[in-house]
T-cell receptor, first 114, second 113 residues
């Protein structure tokens, strides 16, 4: 079974600074997808970024980028120029290419200090 | 916009009661999910449905059952609620295809007293 681990229960960052959230996963599959989801206080989960395992290039979405290290099974999220609206729970998630069920990590609560 | 609607945001039920949590999606997605979210444990999959009347157990199915009679509707049933089922329940849907985004409802806070 796949597992996803987020080793940082809480992180804080100063507004306008950069922060990196860690995620590691365990799988025997070679093709899969990885996601970062954001859950603000409203509880509505929002997709932040997606990475396909067969793509070597790291995904980027505006201020959000990932560092995908396939051999190390690591998938960290970097948030640049942090904003107050970035404060939320962040979840890392995995799904195998042939599968449908996403496996989520335990989440990291990000606080942004003004 | 994709809409996943959970009928009840906040519920308080007594131990032993039968509880129904309803979820409806409007995007004709094949796959629907029920997750439970608890602090420090992240989201844990209770049940998954990939078609009408089809279901698969997730990581923590004990004490729960599900029903999917129509494609757009996926219900979670607690046959006899217990206090350890006090939690946030999230419904989600997704179209077929591993890379596709999963869409969540706003969640249902269930308290069992």
């Amino acid at each position: 079974a796949q597992t996803v681990t987020q080793s940082q229960p809480e992180m804080s960052v100063q507004e306008a600074e950069t922060v990196t959230l860690s995620c590691t996963y365990d799988t025997s599959e070679s093709d899969y997808y990885l996601f970062w989801y954001k859950q603000p206080p409203s509880r509505q989960m929002i997709l932040v970024i997606r990475q396909e395992a067969y793509k070597q290039q790291n995904a980027t979405e505006n201020r959000f980028s990932v560092n995908f290290q396939k051999a190390a099974k690591s998938f960290s999220l970097k948030i640049s120029d942090s904003q107050l609206g970035d404060a939320a729970m962040y979840f890392c998630a995995y799904v195998g290419n042939a599968g449908n069920m996403l496996t989520f990590g335990g989440g990291t609560r990000l606080m942004v200090k003004p | 916009d994709v809409k996943v609607t959970q009928s009840s945001r906040y519920l308080v039920k007594r131990t032993g009661e039968k509880v129904f949590l309803e979820c409806v999606q409007d995007m004709d997605h094949e796959n629907m999910f029920w997750y439970r979210q608890d602090p420090g444990l992240g989201l844990r999959l209770i049940y998954f449905s990939y078609d009408v009347k089809m279901k698969e157990k997730g990581d923590i199915p004990e004490g729960y059952s599900v029903s999917r009679e129509k494609k757009e509707r996926f219900s979670l049933i607690l046959e006899s609620a217990s206090t350890n089922q006090t939690s946030m329940y999230l419904c989600a849907s997704r179209s077929q295809g591993a890379g596709n985004t999963i869409y969540f409802g706003e969640g249902s806070w269930l308290t069992v007293v």
